[in-house]
C-alpha cells in the first residue's frame, strides 16, 4: 500500500524509515501522474518488504516540495539513510524504473 504523507509526516515515515524510501511527488489534475500511480502501486506490492513506497500531494504539501525544488510533476526522489539519493522526473515505465530504484535495496 502506498501511504500519502504530508508535512507532519515527512520526517517519520521518510528521513526516519530503515528501509529505503521512494517518494512520489504528484498532483490529482496531472495526467502524467495518473499514468504512474498503477506502476507506483505495482512496485509497492512487489517490493514492500525491501522499500517503502510514500506520496507526497504537492499542492497539500507545498513546503515538503518547496524544500526539494520540485519545479515537475511527477518527480519520484529515491531516499536512503535521510538524504535524497537519486530523483526520477517524469512518467517512467515499470521496469525501467524498477531497473533504477533496484540498486538501493538489493
Given at each position: 500500500?502506498?501511504?500519502?504523507?504530508?508535512?507532519?509526516?515527512?520526517?517519520?515515515?521518510?528521513l526516519?524509515?530503515?528501509?529505503?524510501?521512494?517518494?512520489?511527488?504528484y498532483?490529482?489534475?496531472?495526467?502524467?501522474?495518473?499514468?504512474?500511480?498503477?506502476?507506483?502501486?505495482?512496485?509497492?506490492?512487489?517490493?514492500?518488504?525491501?522499500?517503502?513506497?510514500?506520496?507526497?500531494?504537492?499542492?497539500?504539501?507545498?513546503?515538503?516540495?518547496?524544500?526539494?525544488?520540485?519545479?515537475?510533476?511527477?518527480?519520484?526522489?529515491?531516499?536512503?539513510?535521510?538524504?535524497?539519493?537519486?530523483?526520477?522526473?517524469?512518467?517512467?515505465p515499470?521496469?525501467?524504473?524498477?531497473?533504477e530504484?533496484?540498486?538501493?535495496?538489493?
Amino acid at each position: 500500500m502506498v501511504l500519502e504523507v504530508s508535512q507532519n509526516e515527512f520526517d517519520k515515515e521518510v528521513l526516519n524509515s530503515q528501509r529505503p524510501v521512494l517518494v512520489d511527488f504528484y498532483a490529482d489534475w496531472c495526467q502524467p501522474c495518473k499514468m504512474l500511480s498503477p506502476v507506483i502501486e505495482s512496485i509497492s506490492h512487489k517490493y514492500g518488504e525491501m522499500l517503502k513506497v510514500v506520496k507526497v500531494n504537492v499542492d497539500k504539501s507545498a513546503d515538503i516540495a518547496n524544500q526539494y525544488s520540485i519545479n515537475s510533476i511527477p518527480t519520484l526522489i529515491m531516499f536512503k539513510d535521510k538524504k535524497a539519493v537519486k530523483t526520477f522526473v517524469g512518467f517512467k515505465p515499470q521496469p525501467i524504473l524498477e531497473k533504477e530504484i533496484s540498486e538501493f535495496f538489493s
